[in-house]
């Protein structure tokens, strides 16, 4: 969570258009890996994980990343720096945490709103920029633009 918060503070000012959107990519899609582990946890598992272990593991992640994002963040940029990340992904952290089911360990606030408005930005005017949504393969190409590779836009 921390590397995609540090290049989602990117995109909110404008800087590296094409990194940031091959981020929202890989955000979206790491999102969809979460959201169906959480479901089958939830409702297909039998023998659930029990809550001590799912803290645990959480919270033993949260340390390695904490310390990750201190060495990555050694000094304060405008609006994003150590202690701001850190509580951050301690957000991040309880987010999953009741997702799964269990009691929040740090009660915080996201102190990003760039990354509150991450999830509410779906539909994509393309005028303005290129869609990240997903598309159903085949729809808007035709058999011959399926056969070739491009390089093109911000890469």
Not at 20 to 27: A, G, K, R, V
Not at 58 to 70: G, K, M, P, Q, W
Not at 87 to 111: A, H, S
Request: glycine share 4%.
């Amino acid at each position: 969570s921390g590397a995609f918060c540090s290049i989602f503070w990117l995109k909110k000012r404008g800087l590296m258009p094409g990194l940031t959107f091959s981020n929202e990519l890989i955000s979206r899609d790491e999102g969809v890996h979460c959201d169906f582990a959480v479901h089958l946890h939830n409702r297909h598992l039998v023998h659930k994980v029990p809550k001590e272990r799912i803290r645990e593991i959480l919270v033993n992640a949260l340390d390695i990343e904490r310390e990750f994002i201190t060495e990555s963040l050694p000094v304060n940029l405008i609006g994003m720096n150590s202690v701001l990340m850190t509580q951050y992904l301690e957000f991040v952290t309880d987010r999953l945490l009741v997702e799964l089911q269990c009691e929040k360990v740090y009660n915080v606030t996201n102190p990003f709103d760039f990354m509150d408005m991450i999830s509410l930005q779906g539909k994509t005017n393309f005028f303005e920029k290129r869609v990240s949504e997903y598309q159903k393969a085949g729809v808007l190409h035709k058999d011959a633009d399926t056969q070739k590779i491009s390089f093109d836009a911000d890469f």
